[in-house]
Each structure stands twice: as structure tokens, then as C-alpha cells.
């Protein structure tokens, strides 16, 4: 299932398996210039693949803002059907080539699907395309390999999985609340008017937006390591700041969870 929606110079497919007439789970992948950011997951292709189809000759560059599988799930084919270059910080190489190291669960099949191989390239510095150049910054903490793309003319940014939404929902055991914190500080100290976000979609006034969720981290952390302090436990400590966990720890036997965010917290004294 895929729902597209224009913002200028940007095309905005959101992504994912339809379940009931929606999407669970969605992700972005965004069309601008000569580029397109990130290929979606491989349970999108039936629908997707035709509109990339018509926009083939406009592709020269394909551009992950990480290695996980409902970003690279198309690489392989777009790629051929366009013959476009793929860009991708050097530390996700490995898994564009091999992607079984993801080492999947069964939810992340069923959402998203497994990618197949694909061949990419350290991405450098700046990517030119035919109008804009954007700079590319690494910004590690949902994964190592994690990068935001830039546009500085227009002010806008494309967060992939780093912004994510006003609040922290739950994490996987491999998210770094510091790591994405001290990211978040890297790319709010750019001038950025719309943030292009892999789970979200676009978010207005995007210093405001990132500001916001650095404030409600900072109190996150802060009221976790005081009730840690108190010596409550990880469990009651979940309840309190985060709320019970949601049907999704118990579908992804406790890898996307509420209290995997406490953990990654309380992982720094």
C-alpha cells in the first residue's frame, strides 16, 4: 500500500503492509531532485514499484539513511530498474551486501519482509544532484550507520529513523537514547525550517519541533534516574514515566518495547 503526497519539490511516498485499509507500521521514502531517500520495505514493492516506474529516468542516486530492512527493502530492484547509484554510511555496507545479518524477527518479516542483496557505496560528504546539494551528517544512536541528509538552501532535513515522533514510544535493545540525543543536539544546531521524517512524515517548523522532543528527553531522563534513586524497579519505573506496555513487547517477544527505553536510560550513571 502507498499514499503519495507533494510538497513542492518533494515527493513523499509513505510505505507499508495494509492491514484493515491501513498501513501499520509506516515508512517514508522521499523523492527530491535527482535522489530518492531510502527504498522502503520490500511488503510495499507490488504498489510502489510501478510509481518509481514512471519517475525511473529522474533517479540517479538512491540514498539509505540506515541499513534496516524497511529502508533498503527495495535497493536491489530500483536499482536496476533505474540504474542508480547507492549511497550509504560505510558502517551499513556490510549489510547491504549480506542482509541476513539484520537477523530478523518474525514481526519485522511479516512488516517489512527481507531485503536482498544489494551494492551500495560510502556515501561522502555532500551528494550533488541536479539542483540542490545536500550534506550528509552521521547521526548514530537508532543505528550505527544512521545519517541525515540536508538541504541548507531550503532548510529542510531528512531524519530517517532519528526524530521519530514528539515523544519516545518504545525502543529496540540496539537504540541509544544518549547516542540519538546527542544527534538530535548535532542536527538542531542547522537552520531547519520541515524535518522529513521516516516514521512521521514532515514536521513543521523543525528547530521547534527537535527542541521539543530534547526537552522531553531531558525530563525523561532526569525523572527515570529519580525514581531509579528511590529504588523502584525497571518494571515500575516503566509504568510511571511511559505507561504499560502495548501489545507490540509481547508481538515482538520484548524487542520493541517501553521498557527497553528505561534500560538504554539507566545504562549511563
Known amino acids: 500500500m502507498v499514499f503519495i503526497k507533494n510538497y513542492n519539490f518533494v515527493k513523499d511516498f509513505t510505505l507499508g503492509r495494509e492491514v484493515f485499509n491501513r498501513i501499520l507500521y509506516p515508512v517514508h521514502s522521499y523523492l527530491i531532485d535527482n535522489i530518492l531517500i531510502d527504498s522502503g520495505p520490500m511488503t510495499a514493492e507490488k504498489h510502489f514499484l510501478p510509481l518509481i516506474e514512471k519517475e525511473k529516468d529522474s533517479i540517479d542516486y538512491i540514498i539509505n539513511t540506515h541499513c534496516h530492512e524497511d529502508h533498503i527493502g527495495n535497493n536491489l530492484t530500483i536499482q536496476k530498474m533505474t540504474g542508480a547509484q547507492i549511497y550509504i554510511h560505510p558502517l551499513g555496507l556490510d549489510t547491504l551486501t549480506y542482509p541476513k545479518s539484520l537477523g530478523l524477527y518474525p514481526y519485522q518479516k511479516f512488516f517489512w519482509g527481507t531485503p536482498p542483496p544489494s551494492s551500495g557505496n560510502s556515501i561522502p560528504n555532500t551528494v ?8 550528509i551528517l552521521h547521526t548514530p544512536g ?3 550507520d544512521h545519517i541525515c541528509i540536508y538541504e541548507p538552501d531550503n532548510g529542510i532535513i531528512f531524519t530517517g529513523d532519528l526524530y521519530w515522533g514528539q515523544k519516545i514510544i518504545s525502543f529496540r535493545p540496539i537504540d541509544d ?6 544527534s538530535l543536539e548535532k542536527i538542531n544546531q542547522l537552520d ?3 524535518i522529513y521524517c521516516g516514521f512521521r512524515g514532515r514536521v513543521e517548523h523543525g528547530n521547534k519541533a527537535i527542541t521539543r522532543k530534547l526537552n522531553y528527553m531531558e525530563t525523561l531522563e532526569k ?3 529519580a525514581h531509579a534513586f528511590q529504588g523502584y524497579d525497571v518494571k515500575s519505573i516503566v509504568k510511571r514515566t511511559l505507561g504499560r506496555e502495548n501489545y507490540m513487547k509481547w508481538l515482538t517477544n520484548g524487542q520493541f518495547s517501553k521498557e527497553n527505553v528505561i534500560l538504554s536510560i539507566l545504562s549511563q550513571d
Do not use: L
Open 128 to 135: 550533488t544532484g541536479n539542483r540542490f546539494i545536500f550534506q
Open 142 to 144: 537508532h543505528s550505527e
Open 177 to 182: 537514547f544518549y547516542a540519538i540525543k546527542h
Open 192 to 194: 531547519i525550517d520541515a
Open 223 to 225: 525523572t527515570v534516574k
